[in-house]
């Protein structure tokens, strides 16, 4: 099993930064990509960035060019920079881990924009 810990969610304003760390434990080896997902209310969980193992990035349309992502297979952790933040980013952010081809999942950290 996989535990996964967010941090760095928060309130920001229109057009700020935020960094989002997720910090992953327990049977870490094979893990072969990890990313973000969120869920806004009323609206579908949604995937927004991931990378693998290998480094191989992946964004969603709405988040490329303002979203981030980076990792260190040696810490088992990755981060979510987040810029030019608008108030559609608004959602609770999960962390995802992708092990054996099963999903696991963080707690969920609450990213508000707004002025």
């Known amino acids: 099993q996989v535990q996964l810990v967010e941090s760095g969610g928060g309130l920001v304003q229109p057009g700020g930064s935020l960094r989002l760390s997720c910090a992953a434990s327990?049977?870490?080896?094979?893990?072969?990509?990890m990313g973000w997902y969120r869920q806004a209310p009323g609206k579908q969980r949604e995937a927004v960035a991931s990378?693998?193992?290998?480094?191989?990035?992946n964004y969603a349309d709405s988040v490329k060019g303002r979203f981030t992502i980076s990792g260190d297979n040696d810490k088992n952790t990755v981060t979510l920079q987040m810029n030019s933040l608008k108030a559609d980013d608004t959602a609770v952010y999960y962390c995802?881990?992708?092990?054996?081809?099963?999903?696991?999942w963080g707690q969920g950290t609450q990213v508000t924009v707004s002025s």
């Open positions: 990378i693998t193992s290998g480094g191989t990035t």
């Open positions: 327990g049977r870490v080896f094979s893990i072969s990509a």
């Open positions: 995802n881990a992708l092990r054996y081809g099963r999903h696991y």
